[in-house]
């Protein structure tokens, strides 16, 4: 730059520079700002210190002669544009440190980075959603998981809707509706949110006729109940409660036994739906997608964001012409999935077929992951806080169980680490109360006098702002 410019942008810059207001000042302009209560002053000191930095900068690096700083009053109303806009939106994360690991009420599953990548590259691009580019005819938006299905459950054709619920009616709407649909008593299930098997009957225009005891149902039961009037055998699996002791059930290989020779089809609602088999994990067994599929059973319908750990959906797999039936039911129309749960199951499922489903769904690596993994967790955690703040807190790493949630795998505990927090001058519900006004907000879960924080749902990324959080209560 030729000397007599700079010479004239000197002075300029100074005055410039000279003109730009004070933290305290712009703090003052924005004392009147309704916009701004409730915002602890120290997140607006912070902000309006970052913004005149960010003014320094552009009048350093204007390329002319700077024109004059931007005023108190301007300098404020971005702040309150940038602190309204961080708390603007309704729906946003949060750190869930209950240890459940399916919590309905806080979104259930997370996707898989790749299923993430997924949903953002066909949710800001056209794509060839219902078209077959090849032939520039119609296509199937369902054909794009139905090889997938396929080949992980074994079962021939496919359908996928809104959400398992919406399955369940699809299949009474399309195959009973005006007939009976044989059910036993122990799996006249409620999973909550008003999803009841009887009410969903009602509303499917199928009658529900059960059978057997709360305890114990026969195959007798289901024999004599089968009649001229029967369109369908239903299976509901008991996600969210156990019937122990005296009990007695009848197998999906003997409903299909009793089914097939007359004609009738048989339905397992498995709900939680695991396509792989958790037993070298410790858990319990429960029967995978594929076994089920492989015992006969026509058709079965299971969720997307349980156990599977994708977005939310219901998949329906089985006998295509079943399915058919399924998917020319106008019903069907109104359950649509959109693109995004496509893209998002797509890459999910893709994970179960290249094996690295345990490693990259989060749903399945949180409640497979080794107690001495989450107890590290924990204790980088309360190594990242200030041992004053930690005896404020009276905080220290203990054992805890975990729980699977999602109205999945009910009897399971999981051993697992957590923070426990709590003093008699810091109590833990008052600290519970503060975490949750935290930005993000951090659910932890009360247990006797103490609120604890299980690692095993609190994502490594999480940690930093969960410390921070902490210190700063
Ligand atoms: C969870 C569940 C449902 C409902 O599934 P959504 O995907 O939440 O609609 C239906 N049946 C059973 C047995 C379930 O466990």
Redesign the pocket.
Known sequence: MPREDEGKRGPRLRDALRSLPSVDVVLGALESEHAIRGIPRRRVTEAVREALARERRRLLGAGEAPAAAADALEIGRRVVAELTRAGAFSLAPLINATGVVLHTNLGRALLSPLAQERLLRVAGAYSNLEMDIATKERGSRYAHVAGLLRRLTGAEASLVVN????A?LLALESLARGKEVIVSRGEL?E?G?E?RIPDIMRRSGAVLREVGTTNRTHLKDYVTALGPETGLILK??T??YRVVGFTAAVSSRELVELGRPRGIPVME????GCLVDLRPHGFPWEPTVPEVVASGVDLVSF????LLGGP?A?IVVGRADLIERLAQNPVNRALRIDKFTIAALEATLYAYEAGTALATIPTLRMLTEPLAAIRRRARGLLRRIPADAQRALGAGVVEARSQVG???LPTVELPTAALALGTAARPARALDEALRAARPPVLGRLLDDRLLLDCRTVLPGDIPALARALTSL
């Open positions: 959400n398992n619920a919406a369940v299930i999973i949110g999803f509901v699996h996600s969210n609602d498995l709900g939680s969720s997307g964001d349980k939310q219901g999602g109205g999945a």
